[in-house]
Protein backbone atom coordinates (compact mmCIF):
# COMPACT_ATOMS: atom_id res chain seq x y z
CA UNK A 1 0.00 0.00 0.00
CA UNK A 2 1.18 3.43 -1.18
CA UNK A 3 2.35 5.18 2.02
CA UNK A 4 2.78 9.20 2.00
CA UNK A 5 6.19 10.55 2.40
CA UNK A 6 5.04 11.82 6.42
CA UNK A 7 4.37 8.08 6.85
CA UNK A 8 7.45 6.90 5.63
CA UNK A 9 9.56 9.05 7.98
CA UNK A 10 10.35 12.11 5.03
CA UNK A 11 10.00 15.63 6.58
CA UNK A 12 9.18 18.02 3.07
CA UNK A 13 11.19 21.11 4.06
CA UNK A 14 10.19 23.79 1.74
CA UNK A 15 13.51 24.11 0.13
CA UNK A 16 15.35 27.40 -0.62
CA UNK A 17 14.74 29.07 -3.74
CA UNK A 18 18.08 29.01 -6.21
CA UNK A 19 18.93 32.67 -7.21
CA UNK A 20 19.91 34.48 -10.52
CA UNK A 21 24.12 34.23 -8.94
CA UNK A 22 23.58 30.33 -8.77
CA UNK A 23 22.34 30.11 -12.14
CA UNK A 24 24.80 31.92 -13.96
CA UNK A 25 27.21 29.92 -12.46
CA UNK A 26 25.55 26.60 -13.16
CA UNK A 27 24.77 27.21 -16.75
CA UNK A 28 28.05 29.54 -17.32
CA UNK A 29 25.74 32.25 -18.76
CA UNK A 30 27.99 35.51 -19.61
CA UNK A 31 26.94 38.40 -17.13
CA UNK A 32 26.64 41.60 -19.28
CA UNK A 33 25.20 43.91 -16.56
CA UNK A 34 26.90 44.82 -13.00
CA UNK A 35 24.30 44.46 -10.80
CA UNK A 36 23.43 42.43 -7.83
CA UNK A 37 22.51 38.81 -8.35
CA UNK A 38 22.45 36.92 -5.07
CA UNK A 39 18.85 39.09 -3.71
CA UNK A 40 17.01 37.71 -7.09
CA UNK A 41 15.23 34.27 -6.25
CA UNK A 42 14.00 32.55 -9.68
CA UNK A 43 10.97 30.90 -9.23
CA UNK A 44 10.59 29.24 -13.05
CA UNK A 45 11.44 30.55 -16.82
CA UNK A 46 9.52 31.84 -19.44
CA UNK A 47 10.33 31.63 -23.06
CA UNK A 48 8.68 33.91 -25.88
CA UNK A 49 9.90 36.49 -28.44
CA UNK A 50 6.99 38.17 -28.59
CA UNK A 51 7.18 41.09 -25.60
CA UNK A 52 3.20 41.96 -25.82
CA UNK A 53 3.34 37.90 -25.00
CA UNK A 54 5.69 38.31 -21.77
CA UNK A 55 3.86 41.14 -20.68
CA UNK A 56 0.54 38.93 -20.90
CA UNK A 57 2.39 36.05 -19.45
CA UNK A 58 5.56 35.85 -17.61
CA UNK A 59 5.30 35.85 -13.70
CA UNK A 60 7.25 37.25 -11.10
CA UNK A 61 10.61 35.90 -10.14
CA UNK A 62 10.92 33.73 -13.47
CA UNK A 63 13.82 33.76 -15.58
CA UNK A 64 13.24 35.21 -18.92
CA UNK A 65 14.77 33.66 -22.16
CA UNK A 66 14.75 35.05 -25.41
CA UNK A 67 16.35 36.03 -28.49
CA UNK A 68 14.89 39.93 -28.63
CA UNK A 69 17.60 42.47 -27.44
CA UNK A 70 15.30 45.61 -28.02
CA UNK A 71 15.62 48.18 -25.39
CA UNK A 72 12.55 47.19 -24.26
CA UNK A 73 12.78 43.74 -22.99
CA UNK A 74 14.18 45.56 -19.92
CA UNK A 75 11.35 47.75 -19.71
CA UNK A 76 9.18 44.33 -19.48
CA UNK A 77 11.37 42.64 -17.49
CA UNK A 78 11.04 45.57 -14.85
CA UNK A 79 7.54 45.74 -15.30
CA UNK A 80 6.83 42.03 -14.48
CA UNK A 81 9.72 41.88 -11.64
CA UNK A 82 11.10 38.89 -13.67
CA UNK A 83 14.68 37.91 -11.91
CA UNK A 84 16.62 38.16 -15.06
CA UNK A 85 16.93 38.22 -18.89
CA UNK A 86 18.91 35.81 -20.75
CA UNK A 87 20.23 36.78 -24.29
CA UNK A 88 20.49 33.22 -26.75
CA UNK A 89 23.09 32.07 -29.19
CA UNK A 90 25.57 34.58 -28.18
CA UNK A 91 23.35 37.86 -29.14
CA UNK A 92 25.01 41.11 -27.54
CA UNK A 93 22.88 43.92 -25.99
CA UNK A 94 23.63 47.01 -26.77
CA UNK A 95 25.13 49.53 -24.59
CA UNK A 96 21.83 51.39 -24.34
CA UNK A 97 20.18 48.26 -22.87
CA UNK A 98 22.88 47.23 -20.82
CA UNK A 99 22.99 50.66 -19.16
CA UNK A 100 18.68 50.76 -19.07
CA UNK A 101 19.12 47.12 -17.53
CA UNK A 102 21.46 48.15 -14.65
CA UNK A 103 19.73 51.47 -13.83
CA UNK A 104 16.01 48.88 -13.58
CA UNK A 105 18.78 46.28 -11.36
CA UNK A 106 17.38 43.55 -14.16
CA UNK A 107 20.55 41.01 -14.64
CA UNK A 108 20.75 40.97 -18.59
CA UNK A 109 22.71 37.63 -19.07
CA UNK A 110 23.86 35.21 -22.27
CA UNK A 111 24.53 32.23 -23.49
CA UNK A 112 25.81 30.57 -26.70
CA UNK A 113 23.34 27.97 -26.45
CA UNK A 114 19.91 28.62 -28.17
CA UNK A 115 16.61 28.80 -26.72
CA UNK A 116 15.58 25.11 -26.76
CA UNK A 117 18.93 23.75 -25.08
CA UNK A 118 19.52 26.96 -22.89
CA UNK A 119 15.84 26.15 -21.85
CA UNK A 120 16.32 22.38 -20.85
CA UNK A 121 19.29 22.78 -18.84
CA UNK A 122 17.08 25.83 -17.12
CA UNK A 123 13.91 23.39 -16.41
CA UNK A 124 16.48 20.48 -14.97
CA UNK A 125 18.11 22.86 -12.83
CA UNK A 126 14.90 24.36 -11.38
CA UNK A 127 12.55 20.70 -11.32
CA UNK B 1 -6.11 73.54 -48.24
CA UNK B 2 -7.21 70.95 -50.75
CA UNK B 3 -8.50 67.25 -49.87
CA UNK B 4 -6.95 64.09 -51.24
CA UNK B 5 -8.02 60.65 -51.06
CA UNK B 6 -4.81 58.38 -50.14
CA UNK B 7 -3.75 54.51 -50.15
CA UNK B 8 -0.32 54.46 -48.45
CA UNK B 9 0.26 50.63 -48.57
CA UNK B 10 0.00 48.68 -51.30
CA UNK B 11 2.09 46.06 -52.07
CA UNK B 12 3.06 45.06 -55.38
CA UNK B 13 3.63 41.08 -56.93
CA UNK B 14 7.53 41.55 -56.27
CA UNK B 15 6.42 41.11 -52.29
CA UNK B 16 5.83 37.28 -52.02
CA UNK B 17 2.44 37.69 -50.37
CA UNK B 18 1.91 39.81 -53.73
CA UNK B 19 -1.03 38.52 -56.15
CA UNK B 20 0.63 37.91 -59.97
CA UNK B 21 -1.99 40.68 -60.89
CA UNK B 22 -0.34 43.32 -58.80
CA UNK B 23 1.78 45.05 -62.09
CA UNK B 24 2.88 48.36 -61.42
CA UNK B 25 0.42 49.43 -64.58
CA UNK B 26 -3.24 47.51 -63.20
CA UNK B 27 -2.38 48.93 -59.56
CA UNK B 28 -2.61 52.35 -61.36
CA UNK B 29 -5.67 51.43 -63.44
CA UNK B 30 -7.24 50.17 -60.52
CA UNK B 31 -6.26 53.43 -58.28
CA UNK B 32 -7.93 55.35 -61.07
CA UNK B 33 -10.88 53.32 -60.68
CA UNK B 34 -11.08 53.66 -56.60
CA UNK B 35 -10.80 57.32 -56.98
CA UNK B 36 -7.37 57.65 -54.96
CA UNK B 37 -5.07 60.43 -55.71
CA UNK B 38 -2.31 59.18 -53.72
CA UNK B 39 -0.81 56.00 -53.71
CA UNK B 40 2.01 54.01 -52.53
CA UNK B 41 4.50 51.20 -53.60
CA UNK B 42 5.31 49.11 -50.35
CA UNK B 43 6.78 46.16 -51.12
CA UNK B 44 8.90 44.13 -48.56
CA UNK B 45 12.16 45.29 -47.90
CA UNK B 46 12.77 46.26 -51.99
CA UNK B 47 12.14 49.38 -53.53
CA UNK B 48 11.93 47.73 -57.04
CA UNK B 49 8.71 48.64 -58.35
CA UNK B 50 8.21 52.46 -56.89
CA UNK B 51 9.55 54.34 -60.32
CA UNK B 52 7.78 52.36 -62.82
CA UNK B 53 4.72 52.43 -61.12
CA UNK B 54 5.20 56.43 -60.25
CA UNK B 55 6.25 56.85 -64.07
CA UNK B 56 2.58 55.09 -64.97
CA UNK B 57 0.73 57.44 -61.86
CA UNK B 58 1.73 60.15 -63.25
CA UNK B 59 0.18 59.83 -67.09
CA UNK B 60 -3.34 59.42 -65.23
CA UNK B 61 -2.90 62.17 -62.78
CA UNK B 62 -2.03 60.05 -59.53
CA UNK B 63 0.52 60.83 -57.11
CA UNK B 64 2.38 57.60 -56.44
CA UNK B 65 4.75 58.08 -53.58
CA UNK B 66 8.11 55.56 -53.22
CA UNK B 67 8.02 53.05 -50.78
CA UNK B 68 8.34 50.10 -48.72
CA UNK B 69 7.08 48.34 -45.78
CA UNK B 70 10.16 47.10 -43.94
CA UNK B 71 10.81 44.21 -41.39
CA UNK B 72 13.24 45.36 -38.82
CA UNK B 73 14.92 42.81 -36.48
CA UNK B 74 12.34 43.00 -33.73
CA UNK B 75 10.18 41.62 -37.14
CA UNK B 76 8.11 44.86 -36.65
CA UNK B 77 6.77 45.74 -40.22
CA UNK B 78 7.14 49.90 -40.87
CA UNK B 79 6.21 52.20 -43.81
CA UNK B 80 9.03 53.92 -45.09
CA UNK B 81 7.98 56.94 -47.60
CA UNK B 82 10.95 58.96 -49.83
CA UNK B 83 10.63 62.00 -51.99
CA UNK B 84 13.22 61.51 -54.92
CA UNK B 85 15.08 58.95 -57.01
CA UNK B 86 18.27 59.62 -55.13
CA UNK B 87 16.71 58.96 -51.91
CA UNK B 88 15.21 55.63 -53.56
CA UNK B 89 18.37 54.40 -54.70
CA UNK B 90 20.46 55.07 -51.25
CA UNK B 91 17.94 53.53 -49.08
CA UNK B 92 17.97 50.21 -51.43
CA UNK B 93 21.95 50.46 -51.31
CA UNK B 94 21.85 50.79 -47.39
CA UNK B 95 18.89 47.46 -47.43
CA UNK B 96 21.47 45.86 -49.54
CA UNK B 97 23.76 46.18 -46.56
CA UNK B 98 21.14 44.63 -44.51
CA UNK B 99 19.81 41.73 -45.85
CA UNK B 100 20.05 38.35 -43.93
CA UNK B 101 19.74 36.59 -46.90
CA UNK B 102 18.24 33.02 -47.24
CA UNK B 103 16.64 31.68 -50.83
CA UNK B 104 13.32 32.41 -51.94
CA UNK B 105 11.16 29.04 -51.81
CA UNK B 106 8.82 30.29 -54.51
CA UNK B 107 6.75 27.33 -53.91
CA UNK B 108 5.86 28.25 -49.75
CA UNK B 109 6.54 32.19 -50.15
CA UNK B 110 4.99 32.99 -53.80
CA UNK B 111 7.39 34.97 -56.70
CA UNK B 112 9.44 37.81 -55.93
CA UNK B 113 9.68 39.39 -59.91
CA UNK B 114 9.85 42.92 -61.30
CA UNK B 115 8.23 43.79 -64.50
CA UNK B 116 7.99 46.29 -66.72
CA UNK B 117 5.82 48.35 -67.93
CA UNK B 118 4.63 45.62 -70.91
CA UNK B 119 4.60 42.98 -68.04
CA UNK B 120 7.34 41.56 -68.57
CA UNK B 121 9.15 39.78 -66.20
CA UNK B 122 13.07 41.79 -66.22
CA UNK B 123 14.37 40.39 -63.00
CA UNK B 124 13.88 37.60 -59.54
CA UNK B 125 14.40 38.71 -56.05
CA UNK B 126 16.10 35.09 -55.33
CA UNK B 127 16.69 35.69 -51.92
CA UNK B 128 13.58 35.99 -49.69
CA UNK B 129 12.06 39.73 -48.83
CA UNK B 130 10.62 38.00 -46.03
CA UNK B 131 13.23 38.06 -42.82
CA UNK B 132 13.93 40.78 -41.00
CA UNK B 133 16.72 43.48 -41.92
CA UNK B 134 19.74 43.69 -39.52
CA UNK B 135 18.28 46.85 -38.16
CA UNK B 136 16.74 47.58 -35.07
CA UNK B 137 13.82 49.55 -35.64
CA UNK B 138 15.38 53.03 -34.13
CA UNK B 139 18.22 52.11 -36.48
CA UNK B 140 15.91 51.86 -39.50
CA UNK B 141 13.84 55.06 -38.78
CA UNK B 142 17.57 56.90 -37.83
CA UNK B 143 18.23 55.81 -41.89
CA UNK B 144 14.72 56.64 -43.53
CA UNK B 145 15.30 60.01 -41.28
CA UNK B 146 18.91 61.20 -42.36
CA UNK B 147 17.83 60.60 -45.66
CA UNK B 148 14.93 62.81 -45.67
CA UNK B 149 12.36 60.20 -45.91
CA UNK B 150 9.04 59.13 -43.50
CA UNK B 151 9.19 56.93 -41.10
CA UNK B 152 5.54 55.15 -40.12
CA UNK B 153 5.39 52.20 -38.30
CA UNK B 154 2.68 49.41 -39.89
CA UNK B 155 -0.60 48.45 -38.53
CA UNK B 156 0.65 48.34 -35.31
CA UNK B 157 -2.32 46.54 -32.87
CA UNK B 158 -1.90 43.69 -35.36
CA UNK B 159 -1.02 40.36 -34.28
CA UNK B 160 1.31 39.83 -36.84
CA UNK B 161 4.59 41.69 -37.45
CA UNK B 162 2.94 44.68 -35.15
CA UNK B 163 4.91 46.91 -33.08
CA UNK B 164 2.95 46.25 -29.95
CA UNK B 165 2.66 42.65 -30.52
CA UNK B 166 6.16 42.78 -31.36
CA UNK B 167 7.65 45.29 -28.29
CA UNK B 168 4.78 45.59 -26.19
CA UNK B 169 5.03 49.11 -25.02
CA UNK B 170 5.88 51.73 -27.53
CA UNK B 171 9.83 52.27 -27.19
CA UNK B 172 10.44 55.93 -25.66
CA UNK B 173 13.28 56.75 -28.54
CA UNK B 174 11.40 55.58 -31.74
CA UNK B 175 10.69 59.16 -34.14
CA UNK B 176 8.06 58.59 -36.12
CA UNK B 177 6.24 60.85 -38.66
CA UNK B 178 2.64 59.01 -38.18
CA UNK B 179 1.45 55.23 -37.01
CA UNK B 180 -0.44 53.12 -39.28
CA UNK B 181 -3.28 51.04 -37.52
CA UNK B 182 -4.95 48.11 -39.63
CA UNK B 183 -7.41 48.95 -41.48
CA UNK B 184 -10.62 47.44 -39.22
CA UNK B 185 -9.96 49.07 -36.24
CA UNK B 186 -10.96 52.51 -35.19
CA UNK B 187 -8.70 55.24 -34.28
CA UNK B 188 -11.00 55.72 -31.11
CA UNK B 189 -10.30 52.18 -30.11
CA UNK B 190 -6.55 52.16 -31.24
CA UNK B 191 -6.27 54.95 -28.48
CA UNK B 192 -8.01 53.88 -25.97
CA UNK B 193 -5.87 49.99 -26.10
CA UNK B 194 -2.68 51.94 -26.60
CA UNK B 195 -2.68 55.28 -25.12
CA UNK B 196 0.94 55.52 -26.08
CA UNK B 197 -0.44 56.78 -29.33
CA UNK B 198 -2.61 59.94 -28.58
CA UNK B 199 0.34 62.05 -29.72
CA UNK B 200 0.95 60.86 -32.90
CA UNK B 201 -1.63 60.89 -36.40
CA UNK B 202 -3.21 57.70 -37.25
CA UNK B 203 -3.34 56.59 -40.69
CA UNK B 204 -5.41 53.99 -41.94
CA UNK B 205 -4.73 52.05 -45.48
CA UNK B 206 -5.43 49.11 -47.43
CA UNK B 207 -2.28 46.64 -47.24
CA UNK B 208 -3.51 45.28 -50.75
CA UNK B 209 -2.23 42.19 -51.91
CA UNK B 210 -4.57 41.84 -54.82
CA UNK B 211 -5.99 44.22 -57.10
CA UNK B 212 -9.73 44.64 -55.40
CA UNK B 213 -7.99 45.51 -52.31
CA UNK B 214 -6.55 48.72 -53.43
CA UNK B 215 -8.52 51.38 -51.92
CA UNK B 216 -10.78 49.19 -49.39
CA UNK B 217 -9.00 51.64 -46.89
CA UNK B 218 -7.56 55.21 -46.63
CA UNK B 219 -7.79 58.53 -45.63
CA UNK B 220 -8.04 61.92 -46.75
CA UNK B 221 -5.32 64.21 -46.76
CA UNK B 222 -6.07 68.02 -46.03
CA UNK B 223 -2.96 69.51 -47.99
CA UNK B 224 -1.64 72.80 -49.97
CA UNK B 225 -0.77 70.57 -53.05
CA UNK B 226 0.36 66.61 -53.78
CA UNK B 227 4.23 66.90 -53.08
CA UNK B 228 6.80 64.98 -50.32
CA UNK B 229 6.73 68.10 -47.89
CA UNK B 230 3.18 68.15 -47.80
CA UNK B 231 2.81 64.53 -46.66
CA UNK B 232 5.19 64.91 -44.13
CA UNK B 233 3.45 68.21 -42.57
CA UNK B 234 -0.16 66.46 -42.80
CA UNK B 235 1.24 63.40 -41.39
CA UNK B 236 2.85 65.34 -37.97
CA UNK B 237 -0.47 67.46 -38.21
CA UNK B 238 1.94 70.48 -39.12
CA UNK B 239 0.78 74.35 -39.82
CA UNK B 240 -2.97 73.11 -40.49
CA UNK B 241 -2.26 69.78 -42.50
CA UNK B 242 -4.66 67.01 -41.28
CA UNK B 243 -5.18 63.67 -42.10
CA UNK B 244 -8.81 63.12 -41.47
Not at chain 1, 5 to 19: P, Q, W
Not at chain 1, 35 to 62: F, I, P, Q, T
Not at chain 2, 21 to 49: C, F, R, W, Y
Not at chain 2, 163 to 184: S, T, Y
Amino acid sequence: MDQSGEERGIIEVKANKMNVEEIVKVLGLEVYTNCDLVSRNVNGGYVSDLLSDVMGHAKEGEVWITLQSHINVVAIASMKELAAIVLVKGIEPGKEVVEKAEEEGIPLLGTMDDTFTLSGKLFQLLR
Amino acid sequence: MNSYYADLHIHTVLSPCGDLEMSPGNIVEQAVEKGLDIIAVTDHNHTGHARLTRELGARKGIWVVYGTEINTREEVHCLTFFDTDEQLSVFQQEMDHNYVKMPNDTSLFGYQVIVDEGEQIVEEISFSLYPGLNWSIEEASEVVHKLGGLFVPAHVDRTMNGLFAQLGIFPDDLEVDAVEIWRKSSREAAKMEYPELKPYTLIQNSDAHYLDDIGRAGNRYLMKGRNFKELGMALRGEEGRLVI
